[in-house]
């Protein structure tokens, strides 16, 4: 049987879900959508290491688990989980709050380049050990 790369998206916003998920399918993932923190946390736990990634916002809802939260779970399970957040307006908290060895893509990147440039930030910041990959041939895609 093929070992099925499937990413947990966690992504509360319909329009950016759906972005994300035509992107990940195009580039080949299997996707499983979680609409909140807590749900996400929900799947890690009865994955038993099903998923390859987590591709989480951050931002989920007030008084509801965050992606930072989420993140930290999903290292909690497994140490070298790779995580990519995506944010609109909480990039700047990503070196205090992001936990290591994970990559921030802002979400207007998403929007300009599409999800696929995102894919290939991770492929490059995961092969090379570094924490953020802030242009994309030459353009400038963080915050």
Known sequence: MEDLLIILVVED????QGIVEDALADGGFEIAIALSGER???LLDASEGKYRALVTDIGLGRDKM???EVAKH???INPEFPVVYMSGD???DWASKGVPRSIMLAKHAFKVFGFFAGLRFLDLAWNRGSRQVCRFRGIPVCD
């Open 40 to 42: 996400a946390v929900e």
């Open 66 to 68: 965050d992606g930072w």
């Open 90 to 92: 909480s990039a700047e």
């Open 13 to 16: 916003d319909h329009l950016i």
């Open 74 to 76: 999903a290292r909690e």
